[in-house]
């Protein structure tokens, strides 16, 4: 029997009653609500406190959309080859570390524009390295047989979370004002990292070969070779980056809206 068979809860139990998944449903719901303040907060602060151009606030959105497009692959093929805890864990600290350089540079009155842009690359790029591994983790905590259950409690948590995320924003940025609602977000990620680590049940083993870049690049391959030959896979591959390029535009132009004169 392998790790995984030992560890994961079995198809007759509750999944309310596993740990592990709690530990993890809690983690990532608290990463979405935390993601959905700054959703909020940033386009205000871009736009009120260092006003900035319709121009200036969409370079600072494909900044923070061009790690992910670039990076994805690469994010998934580590996860693969590596802890996906580690890898997640990693993520959140880096965008904690990240944004919390926000209200911290405001305080001071040292924020700019090319700063915010700065933390909003390097965001994209910590969000794709944790969430890449965090949607393979899941296969591994729970039953073969519970994964679409799983998926739809996690769906479900996850569209309240961003709700009430983005109403908890507006809220801690009329109290606080956008640079110090940000510390919302920051905890939410110290939040995921600390569920994340708390997570027992062991990772699938597999033999880990070297990383270097041919390996990454044959795994890379490999992958898109298996979603391009099943169309299921193409179809919802095909299905998500429509989706993610229309909330792209969405998340851009909603701000500009709200704030911009005609």
């Not at 999944?15 to 940033?42: C, E, K, N, P």
């Not at 298996?226 to 299921?232: I, L, P």
Request: with cysteine; hydrophobic share 50%; glycine share 8%.
């Amino acid at each position: 029997m392998t790790a995984r068979t030992q560890s994961a809860v079995p198809a007759a139990t509750s999944l309310w009653r596993h740990h592990d998944f709690r530990r993890y449903l809690t983690g990532q719901t608290a990463s979405v609500a935390g993601s959905s303040v700054s959703s909020m907060a940033i386009p205000v602060l871009a736009l009120l406190e260092l006003n900035a151009t319709t121009a200036q606030v969409a370079v600072m959105t494909f900044l923070g959309q061009l790690p992910p497009a670039l990076l994805a692959l690469h994010a998934g093929t580590l996860g693969d080859l590596y802890s996906k805890r580690r890898q997640m864990i990693t993520g959140d600290l880096i965008s904690a570390a990240a944004l919390v350089t926000v209200p911290v540079a405001a305080a001071l009155d040292t924020l700019t524009l090319s700063h915010l842009m700065a933390v909003a690359a390097v965001q994209g790029a910590a969000g794709v390295l944790h969430d890449a591994a965090a949607i393979s983790l899941l296969p591994s905590l729970v039953d073969r047989s519970l994964i679409q259950r799983s998926n739809s409690r996690i769906g479900a948590l996850f569209s309240v979370a961003a709700t009430a995320g983005s109403n908890l924003g507006a809220a801690l940025t009329t109290l606080l004002g956008p640079a110090r609602a940000l510390l919302g977000d920051v905890g939410s990620f110290l939040i995921s990292a600390w569920c994340t680590a708390r997570i027992q049940t062991r990772e699938p083993v597999r033999a880990r070969a070297r990383a270097d870049d041919r390996r990454l690049r044959a795994e890379i391959g490999e992958g898109l070779r298996y979603v391009y030959g099943d169309h299921r896979l193409r179809t919802l591959t095909l299905v998500n980056a429509t989706t993610s390029f229309g909330l792209g535009l969405l998340n851009t132009l909603w701000a500009l809206y709200l704030f911009v004169p005609a």
